[in-house]
């Protein structure tokens, strides 16, 4: 190969990583998974007699699918949402957060900040390790069983998340 085209092909090479690397490429949650997701959850939950709403949201905590059965109260649909943007805004369980901050005083502060809801039911949904979104459940007596319904919806779509 001639020098010229050689050192052009060179230059070319070294400056992609450049550029490639000011471009972030991330797993997001596809409105199909989280419909199903909310679907599940919901249908979970109904088949224990709790009638409650189910939010699913992207990585960024932006809201991709909600569902609130018939009969759930109208306080369940933004309990779901704020359990699922905190969820995702954490990557972590709200259960985890809720033990965090009744047992961690410098925690205490988390529910002050805008959106968090720090109950029970909001869960983290993963491909691999890196969070893509969040299930959050309203309605149920419980937070732990709120947190059931939402492991329920993950559970539905575990095969599709890889």
Do not use: Y
């Not at 932006?62 to 649909?77: M, N, Q, S």
Request: glycine share 10%.
């Amino acid at each position: 190969m001639p020098l010229r085209p050689l050192l052009a092909t060179l230059l070319a090479m070294t400056t992609l990583p450049v550029h490639a690397a000011d471009v972030l490429i991330e797993r997001n949650m596809s409105l199909s998974l989280a419909v199903d997701a909310a679907q599940a959850a919901v249908q979970f939950c109904q088949g224990k007699g709790w009638n409650v709403s189910a939010a699913v949201v992207d990585r960024a905590g932006v809201l991709k699918a909600e569902l609130r059965a018939d009969g759930a109260g109208p306080h369940t649909i933004a309990a779901a949402r704020d359990k699922a943007f905190t969820s995702a805004s954490a990557r972590n369980a709200t259960t985890a957060m809720l033990d965090a901050v009744q047992k961690n005083p410098p925690a205490a502060t988390l529910p002050m900040i805008e959106g968090f809801l720090v109950l029970g039911g909001g869960v983290p949904i993963k491909v691999g390790d890196e969070v893509i979104g969040a299930i959050g459940v309203g309605g149920a007596p419980a937070g732990p069983l709120d947190e059931t319904c939402a492991q329920a919806g993950i559970a539905k779509i575990a095969d599709r998340l890889k």
